[in-house]
């Protein structure tokens, strides 16, 4: 049976005078797609002109018929959409674009616009140019919260055409665009749970299947990625580094770090990518703390650890301490530290009460990097009272995301500690993943709740 895809439409809001109407033109010319201005829609819906609706019916007449323009033309696929610089103030307005429409958000600075905004044929500066700087502290809380994607405009209108031709190719692909994580064991792999609402939102048809593969069947598989045209595929354990000789090309943090959790397609050229520990420091910053100048423990030595230690040191943090059963494993990090030049005091420690409680009475920020307490591991922390040597603020880490609250997150919590679970990391690296497969850098806080919406009773809304 024929696919017959809806194309997804193409929005552009901003403020008055950031080039929505000029810029939408052209692009609609370029793609040969239809274009629509809701303001120039509620004009000849209306009969009169803007100014006249506001002059004798009032602002509010004027957003009830600008509401209606928008219900209009979202009914319509493939088009490309104008706003005006207020659409955001009404929510349902936003909401009505956003069910077929990708929302781009076309930032062209506020001091840029008052030099040459013509405004005649804008209500609300037509007085006053320089209010555009406060319709820019009024609206910009919203623009930031509607947009699924940035584009600044502060160069040349083809610089922006570009971007936006790219987004809009994208977003009126009709054929399918596969995606891919694989690892072994993969059955229980979160994922496609994850990635698919994502990237559903830039794609028409897009898959994303997991993939059970075996350490020997590494270059069967990167051949089908060839020949299957996989646009790119992710990596969980335990292949994060087998499989960076069997790349074409591999990013400098990836390289740092010696691991690859996603793999880009570009024309048969397989390129290299790490988003784990980049993921991981956005999610600190959600809770209010940074790698940088910290006293960091972390449990365990091997793969996902070795990469937020090198992390934390290029970050500068102030000490890292590596709990470890397997030494050898814990010397290979800290050599990888030293040839980073780095200040970083680094230490390796036992696995004992007596030396956990030790590094933890310095510690901000504690990260459980073993599969201690992890849901199908019998395997748990036999004692955590090193926890009670935390100081009040600092925060306790647990890459495991089955079950969300391990036990050892419990018990810090009890001690009146906050936590963090594994599944913000999980999330935010994917939302990385998801920047380099769309060569776009999307909303990240929009993808963040729109990934926890998917998970549902995994994490709390915070």
């Not at 040839?339 to 504690?366: H, Q, Y």
Request: charged share 20%; proline share 4%.
């Amino acid at each position: 049976m024929k696919h017959n895809a809806i194309l997804k439409n193409i929005v552009i809001i901003g403020l008055p005078g950031s080039g929505k109407t000029a810029c939408g033109q052209r692009l609609a010319q370029m793609l040969g797609r239809k274009f629509v201005d809701l303001d120039t829609l509620v004009e000849k819906t209306a009969g009169t002109s803007i100014n006249v609706i506001f002059a004798e019916k009032g602002e509010n007449a004027f957003r009830n018929m600008e509401t209606q323009a928008a219900q209009k033309t979202a009914a319509e696929n493939g088009i490309i959409i104008a706003t005006g610089g207020g659409i955001v103030l009404r929510p349902e307005n936003m909401e009505i674009l956003a069910k077929n429409g990708i929302i781009l958000f076309l930032n062209r600075p506020p001091e840029k616009i008052a030099q040459d905004i013509l405004t005649y044929n804008r209500p609300l500066m037509q007085k006053d140019p320089q209010k555009i700087f406060s319709i820019y502290k009024e609206r910009i809380g919203l623009y930031q919260k509607y947009y699924d994607i940035e584009i600044k405009n502060q160069g040349t209108m083809e610089e922006v055409l570009f971007k936006l031709k790219k987004i809009a190719v994208m977003a009126t692909e009709t054929k399918e665009v596969k995606f891919a994580v694989i690892g072994s064991p993969i059955v229980h792999s979160l994922s496609p749970n994850i990635h698919l609402p994502l990237l559903r939102r830039f794609y028409n048809k897009v898959s994303y299947i997991r993939e059970e593969v075996l350490f020997e069947q590494l270059p069967n598989w990167l051949n089908r990625v060839r020949q299957e045209n996989f646009s790119g595929f992710n990596i969980t354990m335990p292949y994060k580094r087998e499989i960076m000789p069997l790349l074409d090309y591999i990013d400098a943090e990836a390289v740092l770090l010696d691991s690859v959790n996603t793999v880009v397609n570009q024309n048969g050229i397989l390129k290299g990518y790490n988003t784990d520990a980049e993921g991981f420091k956005l999610a600190l910053r959600q809770k209010g703390k940074s790698l940088t100048k910290s006293n960091i423990v972390i449990l365990g030595s091997g793969g996902v650890a070795g990469t937020l230690a090198l992390k934390a040191v290029k970050e500068g943090a102030n000490k890292i301490s590596i709990a470890a059963i397997k030494t050898l494993e814990a010397q290979k990090i800290l050599l990888g530290a030293a040839a980073l030049n780095c200040k970083t005091v680094m230490e390796i420690t036992g696995f004992s009460k007596p030396e956990l409680t030790k590094i933890c009475k310095e510690a901000d920020i504690l990260i459980n990097a073993t599969p201690l307490g992890m849901t199908g591991i019998k395997a748990d922390f036999a004692d955590t009272a090193f926890l009670q040597a935390l100081a009040p603020q600092s925060l306790v880490c647990d890459l495991i995301y089955s079950p969300a609250r391990t036990n050892l997150l419990k018990q810090a919590e009890n001690l009146g500690l906050d936590t963090m679970g594994g599944l913000n990391m999980l999330i935010y690296q994917a939302i990385l993943a998801d920047a380099l497969f769309l060569g776009i850098n999307q909303n990240i806080q929009k993808a963040y709740h729109t990934a926890i919406q998917n998970l549902p009773g995994k994490v709390e809304l915070s």
